[in-house]
């Protein structure tokens, strides 16, 4: 775990709501990363924007630091690749084109998986959206929350291993844009694009020097290097990528509330990055911490 200075600023940009796929209310989560010591979070829910509104509302009543964001659902070299894409304009038409069509697509599969499931296990659609009352965007953590309730599997990483592996048979492919776009979208609404997570994607080794050099020059800005799913390994090499292209390293949790075991500020991210992305970003404003 990365560990931060009593005297230094916390921050954790990967946070998640049940605007996507998280638990907690927009508002609720201010509070938690309040409670867990931390001075700034990022907004980050799949492919919506809808949390922005209460969270940036309870920021400011409650002095917390927030950077409004998106993590964009893209495809890499064939691989389902997740951006996070910071100050953001909410309403660029290029971008809200493309989320609600990545939504249609998302819960259009998401049925579809459901649809198998079904042949096998007493699960339903509306068992599904039982568990996704406030999600704009309804995917596969919804449907492992369904299984969890039918007591099917004790909790969502169980879920995940079995049935929801795509080696079990019924998760289906989706379609989603090219990262090199997805990137592009995102800077021409003003926004700061980071990749998530990159020990995700076929074990850390998607991201070559050369890929990852056509990512830069189509406009991305930074790499999300401290994060549970990136081993130490991994980390330095991407540490050693980033500075040869003078990329944004960030460290974040991926915080999704009780659907998964991450913590708030598990990992964290550097007062200086956080300060590139700020001066980088121009599609939304950020909330700044009570007396900064």
């Known amino acids: 775990m990365t560990t931060t200075a009593p005297d230094e600023t916390a921050i954790d940009l990967h946070t998640h709501t049940r605007a996507s796929d998280g638990t907690d209310a927009p508002a609720e989560l201010v509070t938690l990363a309040l409670e867990a010591g931390l001075d700034w979070i990022g907004l980050t829910d799949h492919d919506t924007t809808a949390g922005w509104a209460e969270a940036i509302a309870a920021a400011r009543r409650t ?24 100050l953001i304009d909410p309403d660029d038409r290029a971008l809200t084109e493309t989320t609600a069509e990545l939504r249609d697509v998302r819960e259009n599969r998401a049925r579809r998986i459901v649809d198998a499931l079904a042949r096998d296990f007493p699960i339903t659609w509306d068992d599904v959206l039982a568990q996704s009352a406030d999600a704009r965007t309804v995917g596969r953590p919804h449907i492992a929350d369904a299984l969890v309730a039918a007591g099917i599997v004790p909790d969502r990483s169980t879920a995940f291993q079995r049935m929801l592996h795509p080696r079990a048979g019924y998760v289906l492919p989706y379609h989603a844009p090219d990262a090199l776009q997805a990137v592009g979208l995102v800077r021409d609404a003003g926004g700061v694009p980071v990749i998530a997570h990159p020990g995700a994607y076929r074990h850390g080794t998607l ?27 991994l980390r330095r090499t991407l540490r050693a990528q980033a500075a040869a292209l003078e990329l944004v390293t960030t460290g974040s949790s991926d915080y999704h509330g009780t659907g998964k075991p991450n913590r708030l500020g598990e990992f964290r991210t550097s007062p200086e990055a956080l300060e590139r992305i700020l001066a980088i970003g121009t599609g939304s404003v950020p909330v700044r911490p009570a007396g900064r």
């Open 63 to 86: 002095g917390l630091g927030l950077v409004p964001g998106m993590e964009l659902s893209t495809r890499l070299e064939g691989c389902s690749v997740h951006l996070l894409a910071y």
């Open 207 to 233: 991201l070559t020097d050369a890929l990852l050099r056509r990512l830069v020059d189509a406009g991305l800005v930074g790499v999300e290097v401290d994060h549970r799913l990136d081993p130490p390994a």
